[in-house]
């Protein structure tokens, strides 16, 4: 499962990079677009995990990690009835590039209203929702950019390399705190 939610980041974050791109109206050069594929891999190469912080353990883990783990499930429905509705749109060539950043627009938004209404109680539940909140908040920024530029040249890819580690260190630490429950406690958060 961690594995599939990094992989959904990563498709994210390099649809959001290619988005950028479909985004510039103007015909650029073929050296320019080498530049900009090798800065994409370079940034990913450039992923580095950073270390689980630690919590004390309280009554109320379990709760929240039932919480977060809801979330995450509706989002990911969500995500993916999102992408077949694209996938099928582009297949039946009725997919248009408005039409395809405003799904876009609508998830980020989805995501970010439906963290704010997380009502979590420990530390460590909320610490992982600021993280993924400004995860969100930061694609929708770029996305934002990316509709008032005609150019790519705006994207800091370094940045984008840390919101993602941002989000993948949410991730981690989401993991580590579920595999970290006394076997009683998972029980009843299932």
């Known amino acids: 499962m961690p594995h599939l939610k990094t992989t959904f980041a990563l498709t994210f974050m390099l649809g959001s990079v290619l988005l950028l ?22 940034a990913i190469g450039q992923l580095n995990q950073t270390p689980i912080k630690q919590f004390p353990a309280t009554a109320d883990d379990a709760h929240d ?8 499930r509706r989002f990911t429905d969500m995500s993916d009835s999102m992408e077949i509705e694209l996938a099928k749109m582009k297949e039946a060539n009725t997919l248009t590039p408005e039409f395809e950043l405003q799904r876009q627009k609508d998830n980020i938004n989805s995501a970010l209203v439906m963290l704010k209404d997380l009502e979590l109680k420990t530390e460590q539940g909320r610490y992982i929702q600021g993280l993924l909140y400004d995860y969100w908040e930061n694609q929708a920024k770029v996305l934002q950019q990316a509709t008032q530029s005609s150019s790519t040249q705006n994207v800091d890819t370094a ?15 989401l993991h580590h705190w579920r595999s970290s429950l006394a076997p009683e406690a998972k029980m009843q958060a299932e």
């Open 159 to 173: 940045k984008q390399v840390d919101h993602l580690n941002e989000y993948l260190h949410a991730q981690s630490q």
């Open 65 to 72: 990690i039932a919480i977060l783990d809801d979330y995450d």
């Open 21 to 42: 791109s479909a985004c510039n109206k103007d015909p650029e050069p073929t050296v320019n677009k080498d530049n900009q594929t090798n800065s994409v891999n370079d």
